[in-house]
Nanobody, 121 residues
Framework: QVQLVESGGGLVQAGVSLRLSCAAS????????MAWYRQAPGKQRELVAR???????DYSPSVKGRFTISRDDAQNTLYLQMNSLKPEDTAVYYC???????WGNGSDDKWGQGTQVTVSS
């Protein structure tokens, strides 16, 4: 059973930084694309940033230049460094990973349980 567990959320003031982490555990052969999504109250879940196994990154225009996504494949961990936070960044942040299982057991798209980020003005 593969699990993704996010951490690092919290209540902060505008302008400060937070770093989110997402640790994948379980029987994993490899992880292809990893991504962060977020969902604000009353809004649809949206892509924040994603990173391929080769390190290619892609960002939402709303966070580009302020957020940095990275990964540690040795630890099966995904990070999101969030700088210059704004009240509109307030949301539940979810980790997503494309998991390949060992022994030819296929692949799966896994989600974490989410971590709340609240930015006050």
């Amino acid at each position: 059973q593969v699990q993704l567990v996010e951490s690092g959320g919290g209540l902060v003031q505008a302008g400060v930084s937070l770093r989110l982490s997402c640790a994948a555990s379980g029987y994993i052969s490899s992880i292809n694309v990893m991504a962060w999504y977020r969902q604000a109250p009353g809004k649809q879940r949206e892509l924040v940033a994603r990173i391929t196994r080769g390190g290619t990154t892609d960002y939402s225009p709303s966070v580009k230049g302020r957020f940095t996504i990275s990964r540690d494949d040795a630890q099966n961990t995904l990070y999101l460094q969030m700088n210059s936070l704004k009240p509109e960044d307030t949301a539940v942040y979810y980790c997503n990973a494309a998991i390949t299982y060992p022994w030819g057991n296929g692949s799966d798209d896994k989600w974490g349980q989410g971590t709340q980020v609240t930015v006050s003005s």
